[in-house]
């Protein structure tokens, strides 16, 4: 996530963000940056820790485990369904790695748009105050992968086009519009960058792990 305050105050309609800093290795567990909507409001950039921990669980590490959450079940699964109808949010990078496994070990891939732009993840919150302190978490949501991505990994995350953005933060939404958007196909102007191994370690954080 390397975009400027300013590209995302624009991109995502906000009025306010802090704490921002550019981060070039981002593995779950850290805290990400993600957009919600409260109802009547404007939209609100917030940070939660990636991995959700659903209102529910008594036992926070639940999240090493939910840090993605499948399209296909994510509507019907109890550690998802609540926040998939209540609370969806938008997960803004700038590009993403994935790990292709080949006969001589893992290749690298940085995936981003071909002109380097902002785009959103689509992701759950929640917030669970077992331990007396609410703790604000997320998840990113994955589907099948497309041509681009099928011949590095079988998943991929869904983006959400930006004309969508509105409808799936819209708490009124229904579970068919909703998976509507999450089968739109929104990798066309996307590109796989094979890189060194340097991402691998989540220590490394510079534009380093690009190349």
Known sequence: ????????????????????????NIPPGQQILSIIQPDGEACQAVWLYWG???FWSKNPKISHSLFNARAESVAEKPSFRTAFRQRRCLIPA????EWQTTDSGKQAYHIC?????LFAFAGLWDCNDA???????????????????APIHQRMPVI?????????????????????LLANPAYQ???????????NNPVHNDRQCLL
């Open 94 to 97: 700038t590009g993403f790695y």
């Open 160 to 180: 959400i086009p930006k004309e969508n953005y509105e409808r799936w933060l819209d708490k009124h939404a229904s579970p068919e519009q909703l998976k509507v």
């Open 131 to 149: 331990s007396g302190q609410a703790l604000y978490t997320c998840t990113v949501i994955t589907t099948e992968a497309t041509a681009l991505m």
């Open 52 to 54: 959700l921990v659903p």
């Open 189 to 199: 102007d996307m590109m796989a960058v094979p890189i060194s191994d340097r991402v």
């Open 113 to 117: 748009r071909r002109d380097h732009g």
């Open 1 to 24: 996530m390397t975009a400027s305050e300013d590209e995302l105050k624009t991109h995502f309609r906000l009025t306010q963000l802090s704490g921002l800093e550019s981060s070039y």
